[in-house]
């Protein structure tokens, strides 16, 4: 079983203010390798809550442009999966930010299934999501990251049925992935988002009664995150970020007009 | 020795270690829909006469199987016959998959056709099938591979299909099956993706593979006919592996029947200009399945180099991971220079021109033919006619 002090366990159940908790995703050396820890310990202090930070790989066959670009650059960069948890280990020397690695299985299978889970733990690590890996693949790593206290957080997408969306809440650990609308991932208009949203929450609300729910794909702005996150626990945001830091970086002040993008996305524009 | 029993793959899609469904959760729903529907239209007798009837009237099967008596001779060994899948309707056997699978769109009420196509013959396949229904047909192909393939381009585009450009990667195959599977994920209510090789989650492997048994099926008749036994070789070429899957599949209980897929070596099996996935690839996870692939250290998919763009893919299909582990098929790679050699030959021996996919399988020959004897017989799988590559051949020559 996943150790009671686990970070994302924690979050949830001592999160008390009403604000929504909020997760944001950075691809693991996007736009640099110097710049990820310096982006979470910024995102942490403007009110991010939770940390996805994305393992590229060359093949995002769930991702939009914006995803397939910062995955790009960072493997053009050189990031490994020895520079991720090393990234990870810094900013535990900082910070008790719940970490979330996020990324397809093919890196995994190839670092080693065990010795992946082993470092990630050892570096600071809270929990896994492998898009690629549904329920009927988790063989293939489900016990490792249970000997590794390492939560596996599994998706449920507005085409799931209610009785696999019971499953998946049965096995999801640390919280279960809302994915708004079928897609890839990319920032939307609020009102696509919006429109289609409502009936697959009312499904999820009534099927998904263990776990946390954190909504995510296609927002992009504090007005999307609370009006589609209302009936969650949270919203996770990831490309509309990445999209920020693409339009600022490498300027001057780039990191800082992303943390105000950051903390308006949590509290609005002041 | 009793006789082997394969029933692969099992109820979870997978041959051995191989195989899966390694998708994200919004394809889950849309694969359990099409496995079922799959089962059911094949169990169907009503839909295999559709499927079979379109095969005779439209493709022109069963295609020959013609003795290469000149070829024969010229190597003094084993009597040669080959498959002649280049005499399909768009020349190659990549239309019987097309037809099966628009059949089963057809039947599940989808009304949106999309592909993936590397050199163009599957999107060619594919444009032709959905212009016979009247459907709707797109076709993701890569930027470069575009440029290479001009001419099937334009024959997919007079058949009535849009071709989108990808951008994205590197640009070749890979990136546009990329691109197709999330046009998929974004419209999965009205699509259907027909996958052109025995690759992808399950159940494209096994529907792929069933969808293309006909040419083992018809070939075990006709060489019954003519020689009266089995074949004791059967050779064919492997990209993604559906023309290979296609003739072994009907002989694999039938342990004598030796055979042999062809890889594309590329410049060689030892440079980084290959694309000899199961000579040199590891087990690891693409477009959904788990399978040999190339990759780097770190698990980044890696460019496969083939003057045939129909095997320059950096995976294989899950059954033939399976069946070289399992040794049951030996497989062997090929470089470019010695596919040169193999359309030559059998354009001059034989009167054929062999698509550049199909010439790996000829030039393998060379190696084969000295270990086989005068009593026996060979199949090869002539997967596809030559004149889509003219250019690139008279380039080499």
């Not at chain 1, 939560?151 to 499953?167: F, K």
């Not at chain 2, 394969?6 to 889950?28: A, D, R």
């Not at chain 2, 099966?100 to 013959?121: F, N, P, S």
């Not at chain 2, 026996?376 to 003219?390: A, F, P, T, W, Y």
Request: net charge negative; charged share 25%.
């Amino acid at each position: 079983m996943i150790q009671t002090e686990n970070r994302i366990n924690n979050l949830f159940e001592q999160h008390s203010d009403s604000s929504k908790i909020m997760s944001l995703f950075l691809t693991a050396g996007y736009p640099d390798l110097e710049s990820t820890v310096e982006l979470i310990l910024g995102f942490e202090e403007n009110g991010t809550d939770l940390v996805e930070l994305g393992m590229p790989f060359s093949d995002p066959l769930a991702d939009g442009p914006t995803i397939q670009y910062s995955s790009n650059v960072a493997i053009e960069q050189g990031i490994t999966m020895d520079k991720i948890f090393d990234m990870v280990r810094e900013v535990r020397k900082h910070s008790e930010i719940p970490i979330i690695l996020m990324g397809y299985i093919n890196p995994v299978l190839r670092y080693g299934v065990t010795r992946f889970c082993e470092r990630a733990a050892a570096s600071g690590v809270d929990g896994l999501i492998i898009p690629d890996i549904p329920l009927e693949e988790s063989g293939i790593m489900v016990d490792e990251a249970r000997a590794h206290g390492l939560p596996i957080v599994y998706l449920v997408a507005p085409n799931t049925s209610d009785e696999r969306m019971r499953r998946i809440d049965t096995h999801s650990e640390g919280f279960v992935y809302c994915v708004s609308v079928t897609g890839v991932t990319g920032a939307r208009e609020g009102d696509e988002v919006a429109q289609s949203v409502q009936r697959f929450i009312e499904r999820v609300k009534t099927n998904v009664t263990r776990n946390p729910k954190m909504v995510g794909f296609g927002i992009k702005s504090h007005e999307d995150a609370q009006r589609i996150s209302r009936d969650m626990d949270g919203f996770i945001v990831g490309s509309a970020l990445i999209d920020t830091i693409r339009a600022h970086y490498p300027e001057e002040g780039w990191k800082d007009e992303v943390f105000a993008f950051v903390h308006s996305l949590k509290y609005g524009k002041l | 020795m009793a006789a082997m029993r394969y029933n692969l793959p099992t109820k979870e899609g997978y041959f051995g270690n191989f195989g899966g469904k390694f998708v994200p959760e919004i394809l889950i729903p849309v694969l359990e829909e099409l496995e079922e529907a799959y089962n059911r239209a094949w169990n169907d007798e009503a839909f295999r006469n559709t499927y079979l009837d379109l095969l005779q009237d439209y493709v022109g099967r069963p295609t020959k199987l013609t003795y290469a008596n000149r070829l024969t001779d010229y190597y003094g060994r084993a009597r040669i016959y080959l498959k002649r899948e280049d005499l399909c309707h768009t020349g190659a056997h990549k239309i019987n998959n097309a037809i099966g699978q628009i059949l089963l769109a057809q039947r599940m009420g989808k009304e949106r056709i999309i592909a993936e196509t590397g050199a163009g013959q599957h999107g060619v396949a594919t444009a032709t099938a959905c212009a016979k229904f009247g459907v709707d047909c797109i076709v993701y192909m890569g930027a470069e591979d575009m440029e290479r393939q001009k001419l099937n381009v334009e024959r997919m585009r007079l058949l009535g299909a849009e071709v989108r450009s990808v951008e994205s990667g590197s640009k070749t195959l890979k990136d546009a099956t990329n691109e197709a599977i999330r046009d998929w994920v974004t419209n999965v209510e009205d699509t259907f993706y027909i996958i052109g090789s025995a690759v992808g989650p399950h159940p494209y492997p096994k529907m792929v593979r069933n969808f293309q048994r006909i040419i083992g099926d018809e070939t075990r008749k006709q060489l019954e006919e003519v020689e009266g036994r089995l074949p004791d070789y059967l050779l064919a070429c492997v990209g993604g592996g559906s023309n290979a899957i296609g003739l072994f599949y009907p002989f694999i209980e039938d342990e004598k029947v030796q055979m042999y897929g062809v890889e594309a070596a590329g410049l060689g099996a030892d440079t980084d200009q290959t694309a000899a996935t199961l000579t040199i690839g590891d087990p690891g996870v693409l477009h959904g399945s788990l399978s040999y692939l190339l990759h780097d250290k770190e698990g980044q998919i890696q460019l496969a180099h083939s003057i045939s763009a129909g095997l320059d893919y950096p995976g294989i299909g899950p059954e033939h991971a399976y069946l070289q582990d399992s040794s049951r098929v030996i497989y062997a790679p090929i470089t470019d220079e010695q596919a040169m050699e193999g359309v030559k030959l059998l354009s001059e021996q034989e009167g054929i021109i062999p698509a550049l996919e199909t010439a790996h399988a000829v030039a393998y020959l060379e190696e084969l033919m000295p270990r086989t004897t005068e009593d026996e017989l060979l199949v090869l799988n002539c997967s596809g006619r030559g004149d889509k590559d003219m250019g690139t051949i008279s380039k080499n020559l």
